[in-house]
């Protein structure tokens, strides 16, 4: 079955620095877009970063210029290199993919950032 768990949150201090991952099973990794989101208390769950199968990347507008997203298809884990975190980046982060009409989600990594 389609697995993604997320790991390398933490506390950080503003200014800091965090790497995520989430590493995938149960699916063709490959094959698939990949995309980080987020939730912070009280708020909807927004989509930070996408990287589709082909590497192309896209950034919501909070978060363009500090963090990027890759993908290693040979560890069939998706990143989160998280750069310049900001109070308001505190959140639940979670990896998320879509198959045949279906979301799958990892069930998260608290990323808290402190000013």
């Known amino acids: 079955q389609v697995q993604l768990v997320e790991s390398g949150g933490g506390l950080v201090q503003a200014g800091g620095s965090l790497r995520l991952s989430c590493a995938a099973s149960g699916f063709s990794f490959s094959m698939r877009a990949m995309d980080w989101y987020r939730q912070a208390p009280g708020l909807q769950r927004e989509l930070v970063a996408t990287?589709?199968?082909?590497?192309?990347?896209d950034y919501s507008d909070s978060v363009k210029g500090r963090f990027t997203i890759s993908r290693d298809n040979a560890k069939n884990t998706v990143y989160l290199q998280m750069n310049s975190l900001k109070p308001e980046d505190t959140a639940v982060y979670y990896c998320?993919?879509?198959?045949?009409?279906?979301?799958?989600w990892g069930k998260g990594t608290l990323v808290t950032v402190s000013s």
């Open positions: 990287v589709t199968s082909g590497g192309i990347t």
């Open positions: 998320h993919t879509r198959m045949n009409g279906m979301d799958y």
